[in-house]
């Protein structure tokens, strides 16, 4: 289960602004920078450059300050019971420039929303896990800024993982960008290493793995929870993609 303990969003300081807190916290601190700021890492003093982004570890001492006239940055502390991005390995501790790869800022306004609304911690976890597995996953290619409709597709997946039980039928992709079915196919697969189909189904699943684990709902609630229309549909990619089903999942997970 994802928690929020606290956050905030554009946070602006002045020229004076430092953080300094050597015992670190009990959950994870991300941060989101968006101006030049110092930062101290493994003994080292190290500059981070606007759009870079950092996931402090638990009880990892912490200092930044600012360095120009003002220190703005999106920040959350934040702490969960299960892995943060399975089969992502997320690295901690360290400085990562984002630039315009990802729009990190949109990750945060989704989840203030839903932290000030008292949303369960169900949507929070997807969020979270969508943008570490955005900034750290394992087959994220280069970014390719000259591929057309390249911020399009970006926004694309960033929703697709926010909110998979929606329809997102190849048709209604490809009406988002206003794009033929067959150009959005090759565009997706060039951009992202994967195709938009299976980019869908991975958010279906991954969300049915976190009901199956945290909530009561029965394997068909679950199904169609996830976008699908068909329990039988959703068993079969569901023990294809993880070697078993969904009642076998849910069984291993409770011992």
Known sequence: MFQIHRMGCGCRHDSSFVFD???GYDGYLVLFIKTRAVFQLN???VTAEPDSFIIYDRRTPQYYRACEDRYINDWILFDCSEPLAPGVEVRFNELIYIGEQINISQYFQLLADCHY???S???V????RAMLT?????????????LPHYRELLDLRRQIYAQPSRDWSTEHMAKLLSISTPYLHALYKKAFG???NADVIQSRLEQAQHFLTNSGMTIEETA???GYSSVVHFSRQFKQKFGITPSEWRKLRAG
Not at 125 to 128: D, T
């Open 121 to 123: 911690s169900q949507p």
């Open 125 to 128: 976890g997807l969020l979270i």
């Open 21 to 23: 807190h050597p015992q």
């Open 224 to 226: 169609f929870s996830c």
């Open 194 to 196: 994967v195709t938009c």
């Open 134 to 146: 955005e900034v750290f996953g394992k087959t994220q290619i280069e970014p390719n800024t000259e």
């Open 117 to 119: 609304r008292g949303t």
């Open 43 to 45: 003994g080292e003093t």
